[in-house]
């Protein structure tokens, strides 16, 4: 299947996001609804080019504790999935229990992790971490299963030792699912960041969406979340990127 061009793509993204930024603007417009309870586009754009600084720095510093709290959990997620994939014991004992571990309501969690972690970078990174710790692995299994059968055969015709077998067959082959997984796991972290930063935090887009909301800054709490969400955007893409390099991936 042949991709469209990035240009006519993005000329597409653009002119939709357009039409609905217009539409949200005469809708408001027209509609006579208060601008403290739903500002246009143009007061929100108006917004984040006059606080461009505070956003910028609280931006900087939501990025610092979703980038670390991802790294973390892809460090930490990948040996793990290699380990249940490859241990019937770890099938049977680990996997169920981040299996239930998951099924537990983190921000729930949020107000213990802030107090067992105090109010600094370390409890919003373990909420980072938290939330994308369990993609991670989930597409790193089911990366490490896809391995074709044929291969495996091929592979074992050859004497190939396992070591080789795990890093030129089932690493490839588990690429694309993995960094499918860092896609959803990437937004997640971005949300869950945020969410720490709600509970307790004196930094971050989070903490600046509380304060500004607190005092009734509508335009502010908005240009904040537009903020979270080009950040969400950015790390999203930045991780499908890689795709590109994964040629094998239609095979």
């Given at each position: 299947m042949t991709r469209a061009p990035?240009?006519?793509?993005?000329?597409i993204s653009a002119g939709f996001f357009l039409a609905l930024?217009?539409?949200?603007?005469?809708?408001?417009?027209?509609?006579?609804?208060a601008s403290y309870l739903l500002p246009p586009p143009s007061a929100i754009l108006g917004e984040l080019w006059d606080s461009?600084?505070?956003?910028?720095?609280?931006?900087?510093?939501t990025l610092t504790e979703v980038f670390w709290g991802f790294l973390i959990a892809v460090a930490l997620g990948v040996p793990i999935a290699a380990l249940i994939h490859f241990s019937r014991t770890a099938k049977r004992t680990v996997y169920p229990l981040?299996?239930?571990?998951?099924?537990?309501?983190?921000?729930?969690?949020?107000?213990l992790i802030v107090v067992w972690f105090g109010y600094g970078l370390a409890s919003k990174l373990?909420?980072?971490?938290?939330?994308?710790?369990?993609p991670i692995i989930i597409a790193t299994l089911g990366g490490l299963a896809s391995t074709?059968?044929?291969?495996?055969?091929?592979?074992?015709?050859?004497?190939?030792?396992?070591m080789q077998g795990f890093w030129r067959l089932r690493v490839p082959a588990a690429l694309p699912s993995f960094l499918d997984g860092?896609?959803?796991?990437?937004?997640?972290?971005?949300?869950?960041?945020?969410?720490?930063?709600?509970?307790?935090?004196?930094?971050?887009?989070?903490n600046l969406i509380l304060t500004a909301s607190g005092s009734g800054h509508t335009t502010?709490?908005?240009a904040a979340l537009i903020a979270v969400t080009v950040l969400s955007l950015l790390l999203f893409y930045g991780v499908a990127y890689w795709e590109r390099f994964i040629w094998w991936r239609a095979a």
């Open positions: 990035f240009g006519r793509d993005a000329a930024g217009l539409a949200w603007e005469f809708g408001v417009r027209w509609s006579g609804v461009r600084g505070p956003i910028l720095a609280q931006s900087l510093v981040f299996v239930a571990l998951q099924s537990i309501p983190k921000i729930g969690l949020a107000p373990m909420m980072a971490f938290l939330f994308a710790f369990f074709p059968a044929h291969l495996e055969e091929h592979f074992r015709a050859l004497r190939a030792t396992p860092c896609k959803v796991a990437m937004p997640l972290a971005v949300i869950s960041a945020v969410v720490g930063e709600f509970v307790g935090s004196n930094d971050g887009l989070g502010l709490t908005f």
